[in-house]
Every structure is written in C-alpha cells, then in structure tokens.
Nanobody
C-alpha cells in the first residue's frame, strides 16, 4: 500500500526555518516525480515545489523561490523541503504528493502533473 507520511511542521517565528520530511513506502520511490503542495487557510491548493525522480529537474513556485529547497534521498525513500526566511503567508498545511502521470500540451506548451497519492499533511504556522 502506498503511504506518504509528512513530518517536521510546527510553529516558527517569521524569518525562521523548518525542514519538512516525507517518508514514502509502497512504491519504487526513485522512479517517481514528487511534489510538495500546500493549502493555506481559506485558500486552494498551491504547488510549492516539484522534483523529478533523478533530482535533476526542479520547480519552485514564485511565492517561495529563493527561500526553499527541495531534495530527495532515494536510498532512504524520503523527500525533503528546507524552508528558510519563513513568512506568515507560508502558514499552511503542507502535503507530500506522488505524481502518477505527466502529460504535455503542445497547444499550451505546458506539462501537467497528476497526483495519485497524498500524505496526511503537516501543519506549518509562521507567527510571532
């Protein structure tokens, strides 16, 4: 059974740092693209960061670019998100998500990821 278990969230002051972890099991972790997705209170889902299976290609949302780093340890089946210089607007539930499929639209020139499994989420609260 596929399982994604996030940890590392908590309360942090503005400007502080957190390191989130996602322990994966039930699939060949090294073969799959993985993402961190967050949902702030009253808002929809936002893809924070994505890393391809080999770790060579990454994506960061403009809202976090320069402040966060995604990484993965395929030997440990673990995905990480290092977050620095945290802001109150970073307050959200952070989910680890497995990409089940990727499609490409020649019309838009965009790639689209479909998530087939999600973790339970870990709460990040940035407040003084």
């Amino acid at each position: 059974e596929v399982q994604l278990v996030e940890s590392g969230g908590g309360l942090v002051q503005p400007g502080g740092s957190l390191r989130l972890s996602c322990a994966a099991s039930g699939f060949t972790f090294s073969d799959y693209v993985m993402s961190w997705v967050r949902q702030a209170p009253g808002k929809g889902l936002e893809c924070v960061s994505t890393m391809h299976s080999a770790g060579g290609s990454t994506y960061y949302a403009d809202s976090v670019k320069g402040r966060v780093t995604i990484s993965r340890d395929n030997a440990r089946n673990t995905l990480y998100l290092q977050m620095n210089s945290l802001k109150p607007e970073d307050t959200a539930v952070y989910y680890c998500a497995k990409v089940g499929f990727i499609t490409y639209s020649s019309e838009s020139g965009m790639y689209y990821y479909g998530y087939d499994y999600w973790g339970q989420g870990t709460q990040v609260t940035v407040s003084s």
